[in-house]
């Protein structure tokens, strides 16, 4: 039997998929680590979803669809249940598009939590557009739970992108308090192949004394977090790479790879920056994506 606990809760979007049970399993842990409920949502599309050919069949084709919709819901909520015994899980369905529904979850939330691919996934898309949208627009961090492994090794590193800029400052809070809960390490990954050199100059340069000074601005960036979290052992990365590149690498000894929405070099108006964009494509674990203005606190 379940008990009750209090905090803003942890949403984790379903839809049926096998992608959404994967997702509702690692929220519902992270919802025990937190001591917060979790609840499960889905988002019934009616206007979208109405195929042309059923038109004529009005609200009965529209009560099989919720029907479909509920019974998803249910069995979501029941895996929750079952994978975490003492967890208050909630349950909702929203009448609406997914982005728009999770979106606003997202207003009253500590996290939320989706697959990589729902049910309207195409084949060969490697991410939806529902990761996209809300990992650029909802207002707490969101996690898209990616990887095959049922049981990932709760002994490997949660890895974090740094680069200075605040959505890196975010995604290091949130990535220091998530390694200091699961008792894990720490990686940072501080890249700079975006440094820009005429090539004519590129031989003239002390690299060497680049790459000290990359490590230098690396450790600045991160003093005042190992002194709020000095039980998190941290494995410091410097190298000349792509920031993509680097943590997709990283993700393959990783439980949880954490970006910030938007790096440095992001221009703006996109709807999400190029590095979060290509590790939500690519990696090999949940991704984290945290904005400046969110916080991962209950």
């Known amino acids: 039997m379940s ?6 809760p942890v949403v984790v979007g379903v839809d049926g998929s096998e992608p959404a049970r994967r997702a509702v399993r ?18 019934f599309e009616w206007l979208r979803g109405q195929p042309i050919g059923y038109v004529g069949m009005g609200d009965s084709y529209r009560e ?8 998803h819901l249910a069995e979501a909520a029941q895996l929750a249940e079952q994978e975490q015994p003492e967890l208050e899980v909630q349950s909702q369905l929203v009448v609406g598009f ?14 939320v939590v989706i697959g990589d691919r729902g049910l309207g996934g195409v084949t060969g898309l490697l991410l939806g557009s529902v990761a996209v949208a809300l990992g650029a627009h909802a207002e707490c961090p969101v996690v898209v739970v990616r990887g095959d ?27 220091y308090e998530a390694a200091a809960v699961r008792n894990v390490p720490l990686v ?15 031989p003239l ?10 490590r230098q601005l690396l450790a600045e960036r991160l003093a005042g977090w190992a002194e709020k979290f000095p039980d998190v052992p941290v494995r410091r990365v410097v190298t000349r790479d792509h920031a993509a590149h680097a943590l997709v690498e990283q993700s393959l000894r990783a439980q949880l790879v954490v970006v910030g929405s938007r790096g440095r070099g992001s221009i703006a108006g996109l709807v999400l920056g190029s590095v979060s964009h290509a590790v939500l494509h690519r990696a090999h674990c949940p991704v984290a994506v ?3 203005e969110t916080t991962s606190a209950g």
């Open 3 to 8: 008990t009750p606990q209090r905090g803003r």
């Open 26 to 43: 690692w929220a519902a842990q992270e919802a025990v680590r937190r001591r917060v409920p979790l609840r499960v949502v889905t988002a």
């Open 64 to 71: 099989i669809m919720l029907g479909v919709s509920r019974r």
């Open 98 to 111: 997914p982005i728009a529904v999770l979106t606003d979850e997202a207003r009253r939330a500590q996290l």
């Open 149 to 175: 492994a049922e049981t990932p090794d709760p002994e490997a590193p949660v890895v974090v992108g740094v680069d200075g800029s605040p959505t890196s400052e975010a995604a290091l809070a949130f990535a």
């Open 188 to 202: 940072a990954v501080h890249t700079w192949w975006d440094l820009l050199v005429d090539p004519a100059v590129a």
């Open 205 to 214: 340069l002390d690299w060497d004394a680049i790459e000290d000074g990359e």
């Open 290 to 292: 945290v904005r400046a």
